[in-house]
T-cell receptor
C-alpha cells in the first residue's frame, strides 16, 4: 500500500515552546490530509481535515490557533502545536488520501509529543 | 451522521483458533467500511475495505471481513489466529459523499500460544 511518513517520531519539549510535525505522502498525491490525536488506550480523535491549498477544517473543540495546520503541497502537511503545554502531550497521527472518496486513507507512524 | 461501534474492548483467542472482531456501523447513506490494525506506538496499518461489490472482502495477513447490510455489520475474521496478530484493531466508516472517516473505540486482540 501507499506510504505516509511522519517526522519526528518522538519529541520532548518545554512548556511554552512550539513544535512542528511533518507528514508526507511518499508515493501518491494526497489531496486530503487528516490529523488525529490519540490518548492512551483510546480511539483516534479527528482534529482537522485539510485539502491542498485550502484552509484546514477543524473539528469542534479543537483550537485552530493552537494547532496550526498547513497543507501547502500534495505531498506535505504540517501540524504546529503552538505554546505547548503538558496537556498537549499525546500521540499525534496524520493520515492522507487521494482524490476519490472511496480511496483508502493511509496513516503515518505517529508522533509522540511530551511537553514538560 | 456516521458512527461505528466495536462492542468488545478485548478479544482473547488461542493460537490456531478462528477469530472474530465485531463491528457495527450507522450511516445515512451507503457506507465505505475499513479495518485497520495498530501495533504499540505505531500508526494504523490498513487491512481491508469494503466499497461495493462482493460482501466478503479479503485483505492483508489472511484477514477477511463480511459486509452485512441488513445487520449493519462488518465483522473482521481470520480462520487461524497467530500470536503475531495480537494488536489493537479499529473499524472505521465513511458515508459515501463524506470526507470524514469515523473510528470505533478499538478492540484489543490477544492471541495466546
Amino acid at each position: 500500500g501507499a506510504v505516509v511518513s511522519q517526522h519526528p517520531s518522538r519529541v520532548i519539549c518545554k512548556s511554552g515552546t512550539s513544535v512542528k510535525i511533518e507528514c508526507r505522502s511518499l508515493d501518491f498525491q494526497a489531496t486530503t490530509m487528516f490529523w488525529y490525536r490519540q490518548f492512551p488506550k483510546q480511539s483516534l480523535m479527528l482534529m482537522a481535515t485539510s485539502n491542498e491549498g485550502s484552509k484546514a477544517t477543524y473539528e469542534q473543540g479543537v483550537e485552530k490557533d493552537k494547532f496550526l495546520i498547513n497543507h501547502a503541497s500534495l505531498t506535505l502537511s504540517t501540524l504546529t502545536v503552538t505554546s505547548a503545554h503538558p496537556e498537549d502531550s499525546s500521540f499525534y497521527i496524520c493520515s492522507a488520501r487521494g482524490t476519490a472518496l472511496q480511496e483508502t486513507q493511509y496513516f503515518g507512524p505517529g508522533t509522540r509529543l511530551l511537553v514538560l | 451522521a456516521q458512527s461505528v461501534a466495536q462492542p468488545e474492548d478485548q478479544v482473547n483467542v488461542a493460537e490456531g483458533n478462528p477469530l472474530t472482531v465485531k463491528c457495527t456501523y450507522s450511516v445515512s447513506g451507503n457506507p465505505y467500511l475499513f479495518w485497520y490494525v495498530q501495533y504499540p506506538n505505531r500508526g494504523l496499518q490498513f487491512l481491508l475495505k469494503y466499497i461495493t461489490g462482493d460482501n466478503l472482502v479479503k485483505g492483508s495477513y489472511g484477514f477477511e471481513a463480511e459486509f452485512n447490510k441488513s445487520q449493519t455489520s462488518f465483522h473482521l475474521k481470520k480462520p487461524s489466529a497467530l500470536v503475531s496478530d495480537s494488536a489493537l484493531y479499529f473499524c472505521a466508516v465513511r458515508d459515501m459523499g463524506s470526507s470524514d472517516m469515523r473510528f470505533g473505540a478499538g478492540t484489543r486482540l490477544t492471541v495466546k500460544p
